[in-house]
C-alpha cells in the first residue's frame, strides 16, 4: 500500500505562483512513476505532469513552461507559476506501481486562480 498526502492549494491571483507538495509513504520502493493531475468542475481528470523514478519529467503542452516538478519520488512538489484562471481545479497525486497495476491516489488539494 502507498498513502499520499498533498497540501499547498489555496487561492491566488492570476500571474501569481504556487507550489504544491505530494508526501508518499508505505511501499515507496514499489513506485515507478508519480503523477500530477487536476479536475476542473465538469471536465474530466487531466494529466498535468509525470516523473519516472529514474528521474524523466514530462508535461502537459497546456502547462509546459509554466509548471516545473522536483523533489524526488517520496516527496515531489509541483511548482506553478503564471497561474491562470483555467489552471482553476483540484490537483491530485498519483502513484503507480507496475509490478502491482496498482494506481494510488491523494485526496486532492484545491487551486483557485481568480481573474
Known amino acids: 500500500q502507498v498513502q499520499l498526502v498533498e497540501s499547498g492549494g489555496g487561492l491566488v491571483q492570476a500571474g501569481g505562483s504556487r507550489r504544491l507538495s505530494c508526501v508518499a509513504s508505505?511501499?515507496?520502493?514499489?513506485?515507478?512513476?508519480m503523477r500530477w493531475y487536476r479536475q476542473a468542475p465538469g471536465k474530466p481528470r487531466e494529466l498535468v505532469a509525470s516523473r519516472t523514478r529514474a528521474g524523466g519529467i514530462n508535461y502537459a503542452d497546456s502547462v509546459e513552461g509554466r509548471f516545473t516538478v522536483s523533489g524526488n519520488i517520496d516527496h515531489m512538489y509541483l511548482e506553478m507559476n503564471n497561474l491562470k484562471p483555467e489552471d482553476t481545479a483540484v490537483y491530485y497525486c498519483n502513484a503507480f506501481t507496475i509490478a502491482q497495476e496498482q494506481d494510488y491516489w491523494g485526496q486532492g488539494t484545491q487551486v483557485t486562480v481568480s481573474s
Open positions: 508505505g511501499r515507496i520502493f514499489t513506485i515507478n512513476v
